[in-house]
């Protein structure tokens, strides 16, 4: 069963004038994996107070934390941010409580999302939990002009102070308090509830998301420049030129490591690992090292090919995720 998460607002640091409520199973996320954002519906309530000590709140900014929300490492995506002056729909009543409902939005970024799914898998407990820490600000409404006052059955009169009279609408006088706190919101999430409501908003049901470090340096330089020109021929759909452009960074890894057609990839990986001879991991690299040189080879002396072949977006794309993977696997054994 979802939790619902509460805390209270105080000012003065110990007066509560209302609280922050947030129903865990109405969290979402929305916009995909490229520009992915969690939704967490929220709940401001402020306590009753008579019509002449009506307060509002003005602004809130919430912090997503994976952990200690007072170490700044466990913070995840950017601030969320509510301006709540327009309206002052977050403020107190003379009569009963003011609840108002707005939603926090965290814009985040595919690492985040994988930090938030890393954290998910490696907790013990079966909730997944959250946290917010939040910034308010919260003020005095002193006076109110633009409307009509009655008093003792006569009938309504304009503050003659007021120069805008009806014209502009209501506006107020604000007071703002200096000390005002807000206890965390610890948020407690079913994983049934994360997988369905929250997953499939960041793409995560058709999508994994997979770290990777590159571009590599190897001996004879950097493949940056190699990378970001192949990948622009991609982006620009040129396939061809995209896989043409990965034969630099495939041949700055011969060089580096001293690979050649009579010494392999994976004989010269094994050379320096001290693998056995009869290692399998050599036959595999050999295999894999080939298929990207014959590829690239194919693409770059095109009279060796058949006249048909045409490299799809999936061909060049895979073959520049290949190379990219094994850049990073060559860059983490050999050295």
Known sequence: MAQIAETDILVGSSR???RLRVDAGMIRSEAGPLEPRLVVPLTIEMNSRPAAEMLVLTRLVAHLHLDNENDPGSEVGLPA??????GFYARSLPEGHGDHSAELRFQLSPIAVHRLEAARHAGKDSLF???????????WIRQTWGAMHSSHGRAGTLDPDDPFKLQ??????????????VGTLRIQ???????????PGFGIDSLRLVEMQFPPKFASGSSAKSFDEALVAFNAKRYDECVAKCRGIISGWNKSLGATKARPMGKAIAARQGWAKDDARIEWLN?????????GNAVHHPESRASSQRVSPYDAKLHLMMTATMSEYLSAVAR
Not at 129 to 139: D, G, T
Not at 192 to 198: P, Q
Request: net charge negative.
């Open 287 to 295: 295999g894999l090292w080939k298929s990207l040189v014959d590829m």
């Open 129 to 139: 939990q959250l946290r917010l820490r939040c910034e308010v600000e919260v003020a």
């Open 189 to 199: 999430m079913e994983p049934s509830a994360w997988i369905a409501n929250v997953l």
């Open 81 to 86: 941010r509510l301006d709540l002056v327009p």
């Open 16 to 18: 509560i004038v209302g």
């Open 168 to 181: 502009l609408g209501l506006h107020s006088e604000l007071s703002h308090f200096w000390t005002v706190q």
